[in-house]
């Protein structure tokens, strides 16, 4: 299921959780920093991988 989460809901150095239903989480990258956020992506620096991606809010959910 896809989230109904926006750019509002997210803040730069916070953890995330990527969406099950992507590429990168079946690759073993499901967990990762903000490093940037724009007016439509969130900028993600993946722990298992090292590189930094972008993504849309709907597909990224946030850790408290």
């Known amino acids: 299921m896809i989230t109904t989460n926006t750019i509002a809901t997210f803040a ?6 990527l969406h ?3 590429d990168r989480w079946m690759m073993g990258d499901r967990y990762g920093d903000i490093v940037k956020i724009t007016r439509t992506h969130v900028h993600v620096h993946l722990d298992r991988s090292g590189q930094t991606l972008r993504f849309l809010p709907m597909h990224l959910d946030p850790i408290n």
């Open 12 to 17: 730069t150095g916070k953890r995330v959780q």
């Open 20 to 22: 099950p239903g992507l």
